[in-house]
């Protein structure tokens, strides 16, 4: 009986997570299997993988044959390395001991590399979470700067103030106009008070020229009445 160390699927739609297992060959993909090895779940970053070592390198030695993906998990964990090293004490190669040892200073530099993936994983997730933030804040900010200056430009203070600076400004062109209608009013009173000022100064003229006449005519008549006298002392 052919022995496939396999996936088998688990989990609901578009988020699935599988069981590692020894099965039958022939048998379907998720029906019965032998023995359950581990899991592994895509679904987190790192994905999370837990193998049973020791039962999967029986299962090797045993001639199970694994699937591409299957091999791969079981690289990833150190199964086939081990089962590697064991081929070696087989044939005399190596020791126990030093099988041992060699797996376990592996064991602990994936362990180191996983543990910095998962550091890094860790300081770009809060870099993520603090930008964003970040970005919240500003445009939190920015929501309240145009709710306040809203706010202030519905005030009945901010009307009174822009009322004040359209007053101030069309000041200078009110005042301008009111000059103009003055003027504009001033202007017939003006022409009508001409003709009568005239009237009024004509007799005032008359009055001083005749005034002028009498004065310029006394002397005359003082002049013929003292030749009318003398010729008369003259005759005596």
Known sequence: ??????????????????????????????????EKLGIYDPNTNPATIEVKIEESVQWLNNGAQPSETAKRILSYKGVL???????????????????????QAWVAEKEKSVSKKEENLSKAQQEARKKALEAEKEVNAKR????????????????????EVVAVETAPAAEEAVTQAEEAV?????????????????????????????????????????????????KE
């Not at 609901?12 to 379907?28: E, L, M, N, Q, S």
């Not at 005239?198 to 006394?218: N, Y």
């Open 144 to 163: 309240a700067q145009a709710a306040a200056e809203a706010e202030v430009a519905e005030s009945p203070e901010a009307v009174t103030a822009e009322e």
């Open 81 to 103: 390395l081990k089962h590697h090293l064991l081929g070696g004490v087989r044939k005399g190669a190596l020791t126990e001991e030093e099988a041992e040892a060699k797996f």
């Open 186 to 234: 001033e202007a017939p009173a003006a022409e009508e008070a001409a003709p009568e000022a005239a009237a009024k100064e004509a007799p005032a003229a008359e009055e001083v020229a005749a005034t002028e006449a009498v004065a310029e005519e006394a002397p005359a008549k003082e002049e013929a009445a003292t030749e009318d006298a003398k010729p008369a002392a003259d």
């Open 1 to 34: 009986m052919p022995v496939r160390i396999r996936l088998q699927r688990h989990g609901k739609k578009g988020k699935p997570f599988y069981w590692i297992v020894a099965a039958d060959g022939r048998a379907k993909r998720d029906g019965k299997f032998l």
